[in-house]
């Protein structure tokens, strides 16, 4: 295992206050909880919290800040934030307004995220959620029930964001985020695997010129393995895919994300987008923004995620929406 860390045990800690000691304009470390929250005081607003096992940077923590989430809980690699950190999130961003979760569909997760809320609502705080699927690769996962929960989260953050940062109550910010959920799909695949540094070895292994289709941001298996083919053969493949559930027609707009999973150089990603455009452009599909990039990795697995996002006026209006955060800058 070759990583630039000191101890295992010690990598999540020290990204924390990394990110925090980098960005002080943008994000607050809340002391003695792996939490990183909107800096400054709580804006009174409905504040978004959302988060997950580490690993997955810029998610979940690059991406607080103005227009985004208020809050971050980062469990360790590829494990769920406990119950108590999630409750913690929720007490340091409450702005008297409410707060609304925006899990990613993984049983930990879902499990520890609904405990929480039952927390805060003893309490007697406002908190409600949202449980993101838009993974078309496969139905159950070893993880999941269900669909699991990938890239398309970020635009949950980004669309849900916007509304709370526009005054949107509670209500108004979850149907927004539901809203997005449902019109939002996302594939992706793996040419390698990653090493989670508690384990020290490859997760999975994959033959020289074997990838895996429809693999998971944790290393779950995807749909089949198979011979490494062409970047549009295999964007072709994954837009097959996504295209087949989510119902576009002519004159349709949409938002791509192109997302690396933490090895695939940018430029192979823009090889890959250019595909996806030219894919949607000859259905007669106007793409009014494109994201290229890392935005939700799998440490340094190489490989990408496609993500294509329905968009009609209002969701339109929330997607080009200002933000500010240390993952995602849009003016």
């Known amino acids: 295992m070759k990583k630039l860390i000191n101890k295992p045990e010690n990598v999540v800690e020290e990204m924390l206050l990394g990110m925090a000691a980098a960005h002080p304009q943008y994000l607050r470390r809340i002391e003695g909880f792996s939490i990183l929250a909107r800096a400054g005081d709580p804006v009174k607003k409905v504040a978004l919290v959302s988060g997950g096992g580490s690993g997955h940077e810029p998610a979940h923590g690059g991406f607080v800040g103005k227009g985004m989430l208020d809050g971050a809980v980062a469990g360790a690699v590829f494990t769920s934030p406990t119950p108590d950190q999630v409750y913690e999130a929720i007490k340091a961003v409450d702005g008297g307004e409410g707060v609304l979760l ?96 508690a384990a020290g070895k490859p997760s999975f292994t994959l033959a020289e010129s074997e990838v895996e289709i429809g693999m998971g941001i944790h290393g779950e298996p995807g749909t089949h393995r198979e011979k490494l083919r062409t970047a549009d053969e295999t964007a072709d493949h994954l837009m097959g895919k996504i295209l087949s ?87």
């Open 102 to 197: 925006i899990i990613k569909n993984y049983t930990g997760d879902v499990l520890n995220f609904e405990m929480a809320i039952e927390m805060a609502q003893e309490e007697g705080l406002l908190v409600d959620k949202v449980v993101i699927d838009d993974d078309v690769a496969v139905e159950n996962s070893t993880w999941t029930v269900g669909r699991r929960g990938i890239a398309g989260t970020v635009f949950v953050h980004k669309l849900a964001g916007a509304k709370a940062e526009a005054g949107g109550d509670l209500a108004e910010v979850k149907r927004i985020a539901e809203k997005v959920v449902a019109n939002v799909r996302s594939m992706g695949m793996a040419l390698s695997p990653c090493i989670v540094p």
């Open 245 to 331: 559930d989510l119902a576009l027609s002519a004159g349709d707009e949409v938002a791509v994300m192109v997302n690396g999973l933490g090895g695939t150089p940018i430029m192979e990603l823009y090889v890959i987008s250019n595909r996806v455009l030219h894919i949607l452009a000859a259905a007669g599909v106007k793409t009014i923004k494109t994201y290229v990039g890392n935005y939700m990795t799998s440490l340094e697995m190489a490989g990408f995620s496609l993500t294509v996002l329905k968009l009609d006026d209002e969701l339109q209006s929330l997607l080009l929406a200002p933000a500010d955060t240390p993952g995602l800058v849009q003016i």
